[in-house]
């Protein structure tokens, strides 16, 4: 199965900053890869698929780049609704794996 | 409005059977593929499972392969995991999502709001 590394596993922020955590794969998958915000209680909500592509509805302070086996998304200003958990997944192939999460918390 | 309801979780004794639904509203559940996800309360998102549009084609994730059988019922806008041989470590939270076209990304762009599952004695 392919291996998701997710870093870090958490970070403090203060609203306005930006924020980057990257994902490595243990080999390649093209850009198959999404980045999902988790906030506690709640289901994962996606934020970005194909590595960069801004899922409808998403604020434009979130993005995503990538290819292969590094992945980043970006957070360019915190907003304090963006304090949250954030997961990658590969979809590129079978068993499909999270990264394993990064919790952003204020500082 | 795009919606997925499971339901079915419970509390069940270890070595027992469980099956899950997820209802979908919204849209039209045949033109999708469906997937199962879960989480161990505090923990990381786990991949359990995901079927075609037409049921031709199932994988499943290494810890649950054997145990767990997904399927679906498009006529009744309905997606189900039967859970069998549970153990605590299936003890979580599982999470329906429909997936996006593969041509249009292939994330899972909706998701349930869960079904807590509890396996002990």
């Known amino acids: 199965a392919i291996q998701m590394t997710q870093s870090p596993s958490s970070l403090s922020a203060s609203v306005g900053d930006r924020v980057t955590i990257t994902c490595r794969a243990s080999?390649?998958?093209?850009?198959?890869l999404g980045w999902y915000q988790q906030k506690p209680g709640k289901a994962p909500k996606l934020l970005i698929y194909?590595?960069?592509h801004l899922q409808s509805g998403v604020p434009s302070r979130f993005s995503g780049s990538g290819s292969g086996t590094e992945f980043t998304l970006t957070i360019s200003s915190l907003q304090p609704e963006d304090f949250a958990t954030y997961y990658c997944?590969?979809?590129?192939?079978?068993?499909?794996?999270f990264g394993q999460g990064t919790k952003v918390e204020s500082k | 409005e795009v919606q997925l309801v499971e339901s079915g979780g419970a509390l069940v004794q270890p070595g027992r059977s469980l099956r899950l639904s997820c209802a979908a509203s919204?849209?039209?559940?045949?033109?999708?593929?469906m997937h199962w996800v879960r989480q161990v309360p505090g923990k990381s998102l786990e991949w359990v499972a995901g079927?075609?549009?037409?049921?031709?084609?199932?994988y499943y994730g290494d810890s649950v392969q054997g145990r767990f059988t997904v399927s679906r019922d498009n006529a009744k806008n309905s997606l189900f995991l039967q859970l069998s041989s549970l153990t605590t470590e299936d003890t979580a939270f599982y999470f329906c999502?429909?997936?996006?076209?593969?041509?249009?990304?292939?994330?899972?762009?909706?998701w349930g709001q869960g079904a807590l599952v509890t396996v002990s004695s």
């Open positions: 999502a429909r997936r996006q076209d593969v041509f249009q990304g292939g994330a899972l762009d909706s």
């Open positions: 919204g849209f039209r559940l045949e033109d999708f593929a």
């Open positions: 079927i075609t549009w037409n049921s031709a084609t199932i």
């Open positions: 080999q390649g998958i093209s850009n198959d």
């Open positions: 194909a590595a960069s």
């Open positions: 997944l590969q979809d590129s192939d079978y068993p499909w794996t």
